[in-house]
């Protein structure tokens, strides 16, 4: 995650990454928020270049390619690089955008003999299902409103894994056995896509429909004509995003091009993580352009039934819930037909009325309303006027202007002014403000 | 033995709460001085109680929220170390003192008193639990480089909700969440607040009201001093009336089911063809199809059931508003 893969980010020319404008910046920094300094491949962008893919490189002396500074240390190397990945999240457009907020995931995973390749470490396969864990987790905690489902391609069909659901549990424990999920045979990506529409198909228009393929076959083994299944997704609205772990399939590129998502050819295992949690944010929604001329009705914005339970404190007496048939005192009670699940947000077993509670719609509060971007303290006018500590953390602010050159939105002295507030804020907590309160300390909101 | 701990205390101290509280016509009087003696007893307490505990002290004063002590870097002072006083509780109490001095000096003219920075003092909190718990990229080597397990925060509160924080909040809740850190709150005067139950219920903390405010300290000591992995054991009051139902948008009443923009995330009592929110217009079949399924008890929105437990209301009319401005 941290250090190694970051110089690929910054270069279009020789990589295969394909993405919308918009969606560029804003997704990093989640990846990446509380990265640990790994010295590994540590340095600018001029190299990024000479970057080799994965099964390429021959043999990195990544102990070579780090800079010391003038003690010997390599603090200041690191910290360099950090400040200047971590500003460049920063760059995203400020303005209000219209984002997708109750989501539809169906995850794709390949299960396929090629993935059990060991071009990525310790194999494709293992190293699949730990960034799909991750991915799951972090996917939640950000579209709290969301349901994911697994299906896996595996011997020429399309297998479904884990049903779509809106609990992290669920899924976890679905790709959690790994012998149940081993690779074998040869991947089917026409039946596992029909699989997957058809599992969303019902659902109403203004959730998204997404399809995330983890792919590490090159060949594909179908009954059909796989365009003919393209075009019904297009037709359906389903985004289709590829992360290829092998190399770029025409198929593949079309998928994500005529659906709108977002395709890329992991270099190596960071790579591969970034191009998945770039799925991570919800998409800005792109319906908005089909209806120029009527401008009225947008058929992405709807109206949703929601239901807000009562909640049973853990002193209530214990009843059956519906949704495992457990003995439980705490619970929610469904509003509509009074049935006791055990955790929300979720469909109703049996009326299926969507039960949210208020801190949930809450938490999707901060993609509507993200915090203004800090502009970068280029030169200490007055250094005797400006505050000596950082305003959040109160880390002691340097004054003098660091040694290594300085780069387009990121200040030399580690100090981030509030637009609003004009509060000096250090690296970290600039960091931290965007990515994770969501709340600036000086303005309070 | 159990870990080292972090406590972050977030102090309210809003001039006009502290004046009502100390109003002898309360049942239980508490002026500010009796509190400030109570809490730095409570303070001295938390690092007494192990050598690695660190302590971060955080005031919030109308519109503003300082920082008024942290274990990292203690204030210097040059004052002769008394003999009979323990140097790290003598540094403590008196920066806390010092600093709150400072603040109160400076405030303004009461009558055009802003709301406490409640939100700036817990985002600050955050901030700082942050940057120890991520002592390898901080600059300063200098920092404890023990990586402190159960960071938590005590929210000493006097002031009432104030809406407008309401999406704040929430958002520094959830950041906790993140960070694993839980709050605890104590209600040392005025009416529950709904934003920090929920915050204490979601982090897992304790929330308490105090009933008897003269007896503050024992409160703190009981409740408020072991860390998370003890309370397990003892028996610290727990909240079952903690009420997760929204409040629409329209009328601010409670409900049961309500009827959600896609767009803005705007609650609404009923079907409406706009959103008055973000002025989306829905399409009209789905009107028809909702307005023909909505469930009959919804036509009278104060039912039985709502009165009974209706003790709080999650979603606050006013949190809508900013939305109007920034979505279109």
């Known amino acids: ?445 | 033995m159990d870990n080292a701990s972090h406590l972050s205390v977030i102090v309210d101290l809003s001039p006009t709460q502290w004046h009502l509280s100390s109003q002898s016509d309360n049942t239980h009087p508490l002026s500010l001085k009796d509190f400030l003696s109570q809490l730095l007893a409570f303070l001295n307490m938390h690092i007494a109680s192990k050598h690695e505990n660190t302590l971060a002290v955080f005031g919030a004063f109308p519109g503003k929220s300082v920082m008024l002590y942290s274990s990292t870097d203690p204030l210097q002072h040059n004052r002769t170390i008394d003999a009979n006083s323990y140097p790290p509780f003598r540094v403590v109490d008196y920066s806390v003192m010092q600093h709150i001095m400072e603040e109160i000096d400076a405030l303004g003219e009461p009558e055009d008193e802003v709301p406490c920075a409640l939100v700036g003092a817990v985002t600050k909190a955050l901030c700082y639990i942050n940057r120890i718990s991520h002592p390898s990229t901080s600059s300063n080597p200098a920092d404890n480089p023990a990586v402190l397990p159960d960071p938590r925060m005590l929210i000493l509160s006097v002031s009432p909700d104030l809406s407008t924080s309401y999406i704040p909040i929430m958002n520094s809740i959830f950041s906790a969440q993140k960070l694993k850190v839980t709050i605890d709150v104590c209600k040392i005067y005025g009416p529950d607040t709904v934003f920090l139950q929920q915050a204490a219920h979601l982090t897992g903390g304790s929330y308490i009201y105090l009933e008897r405010r003269d007896a503050l300290l024992q409160y703190l000591i009981m409740s408020h001093l072991p860390p998370p992995s003890i309370r397990n054991v003892l028996s610290v009051p727990t909240q079952d009336r903690i009420d997760f139902r929204a409040a629409c948008f329209c009328h601010k009443d409670i409900i049961d089911i309500g009827f959600v923009c896609s767009v803005c995330l705007s609650i609404f009592c009923k079907p409406v063809p706009v959103c008055t929110t973000c002025r989306t217009k829905f399409p009209m079949k789905t009107l028809q199809r909702l307005n023909a399924s909505r469930p009959p008890q919804t036509l009278t929105p104060v039912n039985g059931s709502t009165v009974a437990n209706g003790s709080a209301i999650g979603t606050p009319r006013s949190a809508g508003t900013p939305m109007a401005a920034s979505l279109r």
Not at chain 1, 240 to 263: H, P, Y
Not at chain 1, 325 to 335: A, I, Q, R
């Open chain 1, 1 to 445: 995650m941290p250090a190694k893969d970051i110089d690929f980010m910054d270069v279009d020319s020789d990589s295969d990454i394909s993405l919308p404008a918009e969606e560029t910046s804003r997704s990093k920094g989640k990846g990446k928020g509380k990265a640990v300094a790994k010295p590994k491949k540590t340095k600018g962008k001029g190299k990024a270049n000479e970057q080799a893919y994965t099964w390429e490189a021959s043999y990195t002396r990544s102990w070579d390619t780090v800079q010391e500074d003038a003690g010997g240390n390599l603090q200041g190397a690191v910290e360099d690089w950090m400040a200047r990945d971590r500003r460049r999240r920063l760059l995203a457009p400020a303005g209000a955008i219209r984002r997708t907020i109750i989501r539809h995931l169906i995850l794709l995973l390949d299960l396929s003999s090629s993935m059990m390749d060991r071009d990525m470490r310790p194999t494709r396969f293992d190293l699949t299902l730990q960034y799909a864990r991750e991915f799951i987790t972090e996917w939640f905690d950000q579209n709290p409103l969301g349901q994911i489902g697994v299906v896996g391609m595996r011997a020429g069909i399309g297998e479904r894994i884990g049903e779509m659901s809106g609990n992290p549990q669920d899924i976890l424990r679905a790709i959690a056995d790994r012998h149940k999920l081993e690779p074998i045979g040869e991947p089917s990506l026409q039946n596992a896509i029909e699989m997957a529409r058809s599992t969303m198909s019902h659902l109403p228009t203004h959730s998204s429909r997404e399809i995330l393929i983890i792919f590490g076959s090159l060949t594909t083994c179908d009954p059909g004509n796989i365009h003919d299944t393209l075009d019904d997704c297009v037709k359906n609205r389903i985004r289709i995003s590829v992360v290829a772990l092998a190399a770029e399939m025409k198929i593949c590129r079309e998928l994500c091009d005529k659906t709108g998502g977002q395709f890329g050819v992991a270099m190596n295992e960071g790579h591969f993580k970034d191009l998945m949690f770039e799925l991570v944010p919800p998409p800005a929604q792109n319906t908005l352009s089909r209806t120029p001329g009527a401008g009225a009705v947008n058929p992405a914005a709807d109206l949703m039934m929601m239901g807000f339970p009562t909640r049973l404190p853990d002193t209530s007496p214990p009843s059956l819930c519906v949704c495992h048939s457990e003995l439980k005192s705490e619970g929610f009670l469904c509003p509509r037909c009074l049935a006791k699940v055990c955790d929300v947000p979720t469909d109703c077993d049996i009326c299926g009325l969507m039960i949210v509670s208020s801190p949930h719609l809450a938490r999707s509060y901060h993609h509507l309303f993200p915090v203004k971007p800090y502009e970068a303290v280029t030169a200490l006018v007055d250094v005797s006027d400006s505050t000596s500590a950082c305003h959040a953390c109160a880390r002691i602010l340097p004054t003098t202007q660091s040694t290594s050159t300085a780069a387009e939105g990121i200040s030399p002295f580690g100090r981030y002014r509030c637009p609003d507030c004009h509060n000096d804020f250090c690296t970290e907590c600039d960091v931290f403000v965007h990515d994770v309160v969501h709340c600036c300390p000086g303005c309070g909101k």
